[in-house]
C-alpha cells in the first residue's frame, strides 16, 4: 500500500516512477490488515477515489470488542481483496511501471550527482534510478541496515477462515467485530525496552472477499531484525484461546492461520523523508494506523522528493 499510493502521488506530479515489489502475498502487510480507519479521516480515501478510481474504501460498521460499549458504530474500511485487485489497475492508468522483481541490494551512487544502482534478483543488469524510495515495509532494512532503531518489525497472525455448508453464522452488515482499542500499539511502544518477545491478542472479525478472517495477535522480538516466523502451532492456539472469550462460535471455526511481518516505528513516528547520510535515498514506512496515515503522508514526501528534482 505504501509504495503503491506515493507511487500514485509522485506520478500525479510528473515524474517518472517505476515501482518494485517481489509480489510474495506472505510478506505482505496490507494483504492479510483489518484495513480499518478512524471515522474522523475518510475524506483522503474519497478523495483517492474520486482520482482514481475504487480501491476498496467504504463506509462500515463495526461492534467494538473488549470494551463496556457493544453497541454498533460507524467506521470506514479498506477492502484489502479489492484494493490490491485495484491498486495494480490504477497505477497502469498514472503511466507508473509496476515490475515484479525482488531488490537483492542498493549501491548508492559512486558520483555526488550519479544513479543509485538496484541490484534484482535473476538480472545480470542493476537498475539505475536518481531517487530510491525504501517502502518495503518489513523488508526495508534488509535493503539499508542503516535505518533509525525505532523502525521495527512485528510478526501478525490471522486466520483465515473456512466457509461451511450451512453459510456464515455472523455474516451481514453489523458482524463485523473491531477491538474497542487496539492493544497492539502499546505493545509497539514498548518494544524497544524488552528484554525477550512479548505477543498479544487484538481479537476481531471481518469480512475477507468472500471469505472471514479472525484476528490477530502480533508477537514482537527484542532487535531490529524480522527474524523467522513465530511457531505457528503456538500462536494459533493463543489467538484461538483469546476468540474463545470474545467469539466463541469463531474460536473453534476451521480455518488456515497465516502470519506476516509487519513494520512499525517503536517511537510512533513514521519513517518519513530522507534517509540520513544516503542523498537521493527515502524512507516510507513503520506506520501504526497505516490505512489513516499512508494516504495524508504520500502527498506530501511526494512533492517533497518531486522539489529535489527541480
Ligand atoms: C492482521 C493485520 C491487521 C491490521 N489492521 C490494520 C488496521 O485495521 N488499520 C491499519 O491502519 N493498519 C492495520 N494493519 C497494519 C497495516 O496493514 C500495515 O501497516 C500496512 O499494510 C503496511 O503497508 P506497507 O505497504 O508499508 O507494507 P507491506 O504491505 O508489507 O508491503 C511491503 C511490500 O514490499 C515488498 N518487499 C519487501 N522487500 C522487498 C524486496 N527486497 N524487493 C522487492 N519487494 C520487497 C513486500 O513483498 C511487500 O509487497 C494491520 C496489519 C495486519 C497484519
Do not use: K, N
Amino acid at each position: 500500500m505504501a509504495g503503491g499510493l506515493l507511487a500514485l502521488e509522485l506520478a500525479g506530479l510528473g515524474l517518472q516512477v517505476q515501482l518494485l515489489d517481489d509480489g510474495s502475498p506472505d510478506r505482505r502487510a496490507t494483504g492479510w490488515s483489518y484495513g480499518a480507519i478512524a471515522p474522523w479521516v475518510p475524506q483522503l480515501w474519497r478523495r483517492l477515489q474520486d482520482r482514481h478510481g475504487d480501491l476498496g474504501w467504504g463506509s462500515a460498521w463495526f461492534r467494538p470488542l473488549g470494551g463496556w460499549l457493544a453497541l454498533p458504530l460507524p467506521c470506514s474500511r479498506v477492502d484489502v481483496v479489492r484494493l490490491q485487485q485495484r491498486l495494480p489497475q490504477a497505477l497502469a492508468a498514472a503511466g507508473v511501471i509496476c515490475s515484479q522483481a525482488s531488490v537483492e541490494g542498493l549501491e548508492p551512487p559512486q558520483r555526488s550527482a550519479g544513479p543509485w544502482r538496484l541490484r534484482l534478483r535473476g538480472l545480470p543488469e542493476p537498475l539505475q534510478a536518481q531517487q530510491v524510495v525504501l517502502a518495503a515495509g518489513a523488508g526495508c532494512r534488509a535493503l539499508w541496515p542503516d535505518l533509525p532503531p525505532c523502525l521495527r518489525v512485528s510478526w501478525a497472525g490471522v486466520l483465515l477462515l473456512e466457509p461451511q455448508p450451512g453459510g456464515w453464522p455472523w455474516a451481514g452488515p453489523l458482524a463485523m467485530r473491531l477491538p474497542a482499542r487496539f492493544l497492539r500499539l502499546a505493545l509497539e511502544a514498548r518494544a524497544a525496552s524488552l528484554s525477550e518477545e512479548a505477543w498479544q491478542v487484538d481479537p476481531g472479525l471481518l469480512p475477507w472477499g468472500d471469505r472471514w478472517l479472525a484476528g490477530q495477535i502480533s508477537l514482537v522480538r527484542p532487535g531490529l531484525g524480522a527474524g523467522l516466523p513465530p511457531d505457528a502451532a503456538l500462536q494459533e492456539g493463543r489467538l484461538r484461546q483469546a476468540l474463545a472469550r470474545h467469539l466463541p462460535l469463531v474460536a473453534g471455526w476451521p480455518g488456515r492461520f497465516m502470519q506476516v511481518p509487519v513494520s512499525f516505528s517503536s517511537s510512533g513516528e513514521p519513517l518519513v523523508g530522507p534517509v540520513e547520510g544516503a542523498p537521493g535515498l527515502w524512507a516510507f514506512a513503520g506506520f501504526s494506523g497505516a490505512f489513516a496515515a499512508v494516504p495524508a503522508l504520500a502527498p506530501p514526501l511526494a512533492r517533497r522528493l518531486a522539489g529535489t528534482l527541480g
